[in-house]
């Protein structure tokens, strides 16, 4: 048997969902689903390197969101920006990350907008930093070009958004 004619296996998280056509999405939802944990656990990490152990990885990217370009962001924005659904989750993440003095909050009218404090702001700095060290030096390893890089990522957002349509159709089952 030749290189060719051995049958590749498959790595999938669940056996069930990857019969019949279309079973590579499995190897798509499989690699999202590690992918998910390593990034998380990346985040967590990299901020404890960067000076702070207590953010979870929701709480870590809303202060990176908010600290985005230096421009105010209200919670519909931080959500819409991460496509997160629950509003609750990222609002007591605002308040966490208030309480810790990471961000500050302006109301205007009836609308409260977030920005990073000069402690968030530093903050965001050291895991930047941290992040060129640990991750964006190993990166050259994976022999992918810039461009390479580009095209997944939006193949990903490409991605997300047939899973935003699907749960649409499947909410009205």
């Given at each position: 048997?030749?290189?060719h004619?051995?049958?590749?296996?498959?790595?999938?998280?669940?056996?069930?969902?990857?019969?019949?056509?279309?079973?590579?999405?499995?190897?798509?939802?499989?690699?999202?689903?590690?992918?998910y944990?390593a990034?998380?656990?990346?985040?967590?990490?990299?901020?404890?390197?960067?000076?702070?152990?207590?953010?979870?990885?929701?709480?870590?990217?809303?202060?990176?969101?908010?600290?985005?370009?230096?421009?105010?962001?209200?919670?519909?924005?931080?959500?819409?920006?991460?496509?997160?659904?629950?509003?609750?989750?990222?609002?007591?993440?605002?308040?966490?990350?208030?309480?810790?003095?990471?961000?500050?909050?302006?109301?205007?009218?009836?609308?409260?907008?977030?920005?990073?404090?000069?402690?968030?702001?530093?903050?965001?700095?050291?895991?930047?930093?941290?992040?060129?060290?640990?991750?964006?030096?190993?990166?050259?390893?994976?022999?992918?070009?810039?461009?390479?890089?580009?095209?997944?990522?939006?193949?990903?957002?490409?991605?997300?958004?047939?899973?935003?349509?699907?749960?649409?159709?499947?909410?009205?089952?």
């Amino acid at each position: 048997m030749s290189e060719h004619d051995i049958p590749k296996r498959r790595i999938v998280s669940s056996r069930h969902l990857a019969d019949g056509a279309n079973w590579e999405s499995s190897e798509i939802e499989y690699g999202m689903i590690i992918a998910y944990n390593a990034f998380s656990r990346w985040m967590t990490r990299c901020m404890s390197a960067a000076g702070n152990t207590d953010l979870t990885p929701l709480e870590i990217l809303v202060l990176h969101n908010t600290n985005h370009r230096g421009r105010d962001k209200r919670l519909t924005d931080i959500c819409f920006l991460l496509n997160i659904e629950d509003t609750h989750t990222v609002n007591y993440a605002l308040r966490k990350l208030m309480k810790m003095e990471l961000l500050v909050s302006e109301k205007r009218g009836k609308e409260v907008f977030y920005s990073a404090s000069p402690t968030g702001e530093e903050l965001c700095e050291a895991y930047r930093e941290v992040r060129e060290r640990c991750f964006l030096d190993g990166l050259s390893r994976l022999d992918m070009t810039g461009e390479e890089m580009r095209e997944i990522a939006a193949s990903m957002r490409a991605l997300s958004g047939q899973y935003d349509q699907a749960s649409r159709a499947a909410a009205s089952l």
